[in-house]
């Protein structure tokens, strides 16, 4: 006797979660906003204690921070102190090198609203705003890519090991293209006194990169180039370029040409590494990517994510080979790939 085929009963659950998503954002940045990670960052707390500290409403951050308890990014002992975990510790408290803080309150503040708009960008297929074009992109990113540095620092530091830069000898020339807060180019620069770097951005955002540089102590090794990637000259003979998650806002076309004036920018041997939110092949992850992709759909006109093997078809079509993955604590992998020698 042949036993029935049983099936898991299809509920709702999932969908409700995915309903109600963005309600976690906005909750993480409100307790982000009203100090919350930062109250418990000095030690365990009562709602009424937090209050106090704040001046927000003891009912209002109970019931927030209950809710970060039930994303265990905040654990509650039996007599209602609340505490950080591991991962609020490291990310959510401001003024930490690894804070996420800024780059969440940029979510709330500045995406949300724009995502809003969403059913009338894909019937339209205009973005809301155009992140990639100087006139609406240098105040957009002025203001938000000194946010962006704990997300890439210490993907930053273990590609300055990869490279091994201060065993090579004489000045080690970096190009740092879309430098934004310099993390790419300023952690070179700290692996080594003989790198120095040339950073290139537009002209409103490039005073950040020097403010950053400064604060980390290698501004005098920072050089910069104001204007547009495919418009102002490189100069050539450099042994490192790095592209900091800049290729999904430029879409394919100015990618593939980007790609091929940095193959010229190098010296033989030179290494380019690319910083992106990789898909896979056919388009059906990782969510990250997917996600992503949707935000250049609301941001910008051409901009997409791609896939390790497309990235990698337009760097040996550039010239580039030995293209490869790094692994990196950040959102997603490296790809490396040399000029030949």
């Known amino acids: 006797m042949s036993t029935p085929n049983v099936t898991e009963p299809v509920t709702p659950q999932r969908l409700m979660q995915m309903a109600w998503g963005f309600a976690s954002s906005i909750i993480i940045a409100t307790a982000v906003r009203t100090r919350v990670f930062d109250e418990l960052n000095k030690g365990p707390k009562t709602a009424a204690e937090v209050s106090a500290a704040t001046g927000a409403s003891e009912r209002g951050l109970r019931m927030l921070m209950n809710a970060l308890v039930g994303f265990e990014l905040l654990k509650k002992d039996a007599q209602e102190r609340y505490a950080l975990t591991p991962e609020s510790a490291t990310f959510l408290v401001s003024g930490k090198p690894s804070s996420l803080a800024g780059f969440i309150g940029h979510i709330d503040r500045d995406l949300i609203s724009r995502w809003l708009e969403l059913s009338d960008i894909v019937r339209t297929g205009r973005p809301a705003v155009r992140v990639n074009q100087q006139q609406e992109g240098s105040a957009f990113f002025k203001d938000f890519v000194e946010a962006l540095f704990p997300m890439g620092y210490q993907s930053a530091r273990i590609l300055a090991e990869n490279l091994a830069l201060g065993e090579r000898k004489g000045e080690v020339r970096v190009l740092d293209l879309a430098a934004g807060s310099g993390v790419w180019g300023i952690a070179l620069a700290q692996s080594s ?3 120095r770097v040339t950073a290139v951005d537009w002209p409103e955002v490039l005073p950040v990169t020097r403010d950053v540089a400064g604060r ?7 050089d910069t180039i104001a204007g547009d990637l495919l418009e102002v000259d490189f100069g050539q003979g450099f042994q490192a370029a790095t592209l900091g998650h800049i290729l999904h806002s430029e879409g394919e076309e100015r990618s593939r040409a980007l790609l091929r004036k940095v193959f010229h920018a190098l010296a033989p041997g030179g290494t380019i590494a690319i910083a992106e939110f990789l898909v896979n092949d056919d388009r059906t992850g990782p969510p990250m990517g997917l996600i992503f992709a949707v935000n250049m759909l609301v941001a910008t006109e051409h901009g997409d994510t791609f896939s390790f093997n497309e990235i990698g078809g337009w760097l040996r079509e550039a010239g580039f080979e030995n293209a ?9 992998p490296l790809i490396l790939a040399d000029r030949p020698a």
């Open 193 to 195: 006194p003989r790198v």
């Open 324 to 332: 490869q993955m790094l692994d990196v604590p950040g959102p997603s």
């Open 216 to 222: 980390c102590g290698v501004a005098d090794r920072l």
